[in-house]
């Protein structure tokens, strides 16, 4: 009896092992109709359709009509991964509430929905509107936002000349360094660094390069458009989407999948979004692009 | 009004492709979990 026992336990764990251990796994996979790749195409696909000509993408193309590229590039998919792994980890978090069973049904009514309504303001949509409308709350947006930290670099930079005529340099430099506006060319007479010794001025060269670095890295535009970004994004389709997608699929390719299409998406507004914006709005399309650049 | 055409488009494929998701995330609630 102990022999067979033996021989019994060894006949159950042997096949387990030796026959396919990976194999069960890939049937338990198999058994849904969306595998990892297939989460990974769905989140690309789902994040391409709702993102183009949404709020975010115009953010995006607005801001890189007035700034540099790459910079608002770098702020909206930085803005965009932060909420898409926010999403994914609270889309993996609700299935350890709910059975798995409940939150596919909740995705796909989540799914319905929103098609429905893209279904209705799509055969809704006249030729005039569309873009344009939206494009305009954005403008009017951006304009707010620039109006107010015109008025607070005005409140900080009236400061800063009285202080520099008054030999105040360094209480001028910090003010100046916090102001949220790109700081202008200074003219040799108005610069508080009027070292002696050649020592002091590599120093300082270093230092004042240093913080060139640091402005450019964290400029008041990456930041506009970063926070922009993420506060436009957040409530969004594409978001809830996503959570959805996150706690009915494998997570990290559905991460992977909607960081993909953010980037595309972004990658798109940037670059063509000069011309796309310029067609439709003219007021921005005569002022920003040939005045800026 | 390219562009307006172009937004209009893009809407309509995407309500389609979340339609598409939602039936398959239907079939896959009702089928497979």
Redesign the interface.
Known sequence: MPDSANKDHLDVTKPDTKTKPKPALGEDENEGLIQPLHSYLLSLTMILFSEIGDKTFLIAALMAMKHDRVLVFSAALSALVAMTILSAILGHAVPTLLPKRFTNFLAAVLFLVFGAKMLREGLAMSSDEGVSAEMQEVEMELEEKEHLARQQGRRRSSVSPYALEMGLGRGARKSRSGSRLPSPPRSPSLSPDRSPSPARTTIKGAIAGLTNLLSLLLSPAWVQTFVMTFLGEWGDRSQIATIAMAAGQDYWWVTGGAVSGHAVCTGVAVIGGRAIAGRVSLRVGTSSPFSHR | ????????K????????????????????MY??
Not at chain 2, 1 to 8: H, L, P, R, S
Request: proline letters at 0%; hydrophobic letters at 60%; charged letters at 5%.
């Open positions: 009004m390219k562009v307006a055409n172009w937004n209009n893009v809407t309509l494929g995407g309500a389609g492709a979340f339609l598409i998701f939602g039936v398959i995330y239907l079939i896959e609630a497979y979990a």
